[in-house]
């Protein structure tokens, strides 16, 4: 059977990266080829310190918003990763079996752990092994992501391929990633190096998928780009780090390919070009805000979504995790 899990941190309001990058392709991948579990990270964003009633309140919000952009209940498990217990106890077992040299070589650790790594938390050097538990205590097999996640997943792969070899048996799939679409990795509005992120400082580096007309208008205005006018082909976006994300993302949001964006916009400047992208963002992101606002005004709502789905989602968790056990010699009386 064809298993897709994902999942996305509460740390920060969902921005236009996650949408293009994951989200999006999330909402389409629900329907009869796969089974669809979709979880918000509440416990991977405690790898960095949170105020505890923001983090409640934000990953409510996530979930909400994830309902908003088309996750449907009806379709997809939707639920809080905290809310089934074997994710945790999953991530111990694997991580007794993952060498610390595997964990050293994560690149998004020695971005979050900067040059002070020894005051970085154990969890932030153990995130990874929760991820690949979060994928593996359901035996999923696809895993929907931006392109940033790459490396986590390669890593889950190595770990489920050496439990499968120490205990002699097929148990846990090889999960395949599903990278998908135009915006695979969405940059930063203010520098085209970086990607777009919900731990920047400077909110007019992304486009968050609540911000109003305005504001959206505002911060395309304000987006970085070089004094050329557009190229009238892809080739010429190749040493213009900016001018290639903002056209990346028009070619995702209208969804159509980027030579046909270049065939339009070529030669002309980017005044214009961003006046109509930002008329762009309104069309496509307004319907998810109004409804966001919508699916808040009933929390409760909200949270019976998440408390069915997390049942949902322990049915398949735990006789996981319990054969897991088994396998590793831990007793049942
Ligand atoms: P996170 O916000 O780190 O929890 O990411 C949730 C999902 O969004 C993951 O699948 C990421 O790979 C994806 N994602 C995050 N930032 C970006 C980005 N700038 N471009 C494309 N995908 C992204
Ligand atoms: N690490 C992912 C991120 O930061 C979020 C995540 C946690 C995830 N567990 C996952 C993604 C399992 C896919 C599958 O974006």
């Given at each position: 059977?064809?298993?897709?899990?994902?999942?996305?941190?509460?740390?920060?309001?969902?921005?236009?990266?996650?949408?293009?990058?994951?989200?999006?392709?999330?909402?389409?991948?629900?329907?009869?080829?796969?089974?669809?579990?979709?979880?918000?990270?509440?416990?991977?964003?405690?790898?960095?310190?949170?105020?505890?009633?923001?983090?409640?309140?934000?990953?409510?919000?996530?979930?909400?918003?994830?309902?908003?952009c088309?996750?449907?209940?009806?379709?997809?498990?939707?639920?809080?990763?905290?809310?089934?217990?074997?994710?945790?106890?999953?991530?111990?077992?694997?991580?007794?079996?993952?060498?610390?040299?595997?964990?050293?070589?994560?690149?998004?650790?020695k971005?979050?752990?900067?040059?002070?790594?020894?005051n970085?938390?154990?969890?932030?050097?153990?995130?990874?092994?929760?991820?690949?538990?979060?994928?593996?205590?359901?035996?999923?097999?696809?895993?929907?992501?931006?392109?940033?996640?790459?490396?986590?997943?390669?890593?889950?792969?190595?770990?489920?391929?050496?439990?499968?070899?120490?205990?002699?048996?097929?148990?846990?799939?090889?999960?395949?990633?599903?990278?998908?679409?135009?915006?695979?990795?969405?940059m930063?509005?203010?520098?085209?190096?970086?990607?777009?992120?919900?731990?920047?400082?400077?909110?007019?580096?992304?486009?968050?998928?609540?911000?109003?007309a305005?504001?959206?208008?505002?911060?395309?205005?304000?987006?970085r780009t070089?004094?050329?006018?557009?190229?009238?082909?892809?080739?010429?976006?190749?040493?213009?780090?900016?001018?290639?994300n903002?056209?990346?993302?028009?070619?995702?949001?209208?969804?159509r390919?980027?030579?046909?964006?270049?065939a339009?916009?070529?030669?002309?400047?980017?005044s214009?070009?961003?006046?109509?992208?930002?008329?762009?963002?309104?069309?496509?992101?307004?319907?998810?805000?109004?409804?966001?606002?919508?699916?808040?005004?009933?929390p409760?709502?909200?949270?019976?979504?998440?408390?069915?789905?997390?049942?949902?989602?322990?049915?398949?968790?735990?006789?996981?995790?319990?054969?897991?056990?088994?396998?590793?010699?831990?007793?049942?009386?």
């Amino acid at each position: 059977m064809k298993r897709i899990f994902s999942g996305i941190q509460p740390t920060h309001k969902m921005h236009l990266g996650n949408y293009l990058g994951a989200v999006r392709n999330w909402v389409a991948l629900q329907g009869p080829e796969y089974e669809t579990i979709y979880c918000v990270v509440d416990l991977h964003a405690l790898t960095l310190p949170q105020n505890p009633d923001d983090l409640r309140a934000q990953t409510r919000e996530l979930a909400a918003t994830l309902i908003a952009c088309g996750i449907d209940p009806a379709k997809s498990i939707l639920f809080a990763q905290s809310q089934v217990t074997a994710h945790s106890e999953l991530s111990w077992l694997l991580s007794c079996q993952t060498p610390l040299g595997w964990l050293n070589r994560m690149t998004q650790f020695k971005d979050k752990a900067g040059k002070q790594r020894d005051n970085a938390g154990l969890g932030l050097l153990a995130y990874p092994v929760l991820m690949a538990a979060d994928i593996l205590v359901y035996k999923g097999t696809h895993v929907p992501v931006g392109e940033d996640q790459k490396q986590h997943l390669e890593l889950t792969r190595e770990i489920a391929g050496s439990f499968n070899h120490r205990y002699g048996r097929d148990f846990f799939p090889l999960t395949e990633p599903q990278i998908l679409g135009a915006a695979t990795r969405v940059m930063s509005l203010r520098d085209g190096t970086k990607k777009m992120s919900k731990s920047d400082e400077s909110d007019y580096s992304r486009i968050n998928l609540t911000d109003d007309a305005d504001t959206l208008a505002l911060k395309f205005r304000k987006a970085r780009t070089d004094p050329e006018p557009l190229p009238s082909e892809e080739a010429g976006l190749e040493t213009r780090p900016e001018a290639r994300n903002l056209v990346t993302i028009f070619s995702a949001l209208a969804e159509r390919p980027v030579d046909e964006v270049l065939a339009q916009y070529g030669g002309s400047q980017f005044s214009g070009f961003k006046s109509d992208l930002a008329d762009l963002a309104v069309a496509k992101l307004a319907p998810i805000a109004d409804e966001l606002a919508r699916l808040m005004a009933d929390p409760a709502h909200v949270d019976s979504i998440l408390r069915d789905g997390g049942a949902r989602a322990r049915a398949i968790a735990d006789p996981i995790l319990r054969e897991v056990q088994d396998i590793m010699g831990l007793i049942r009386v």
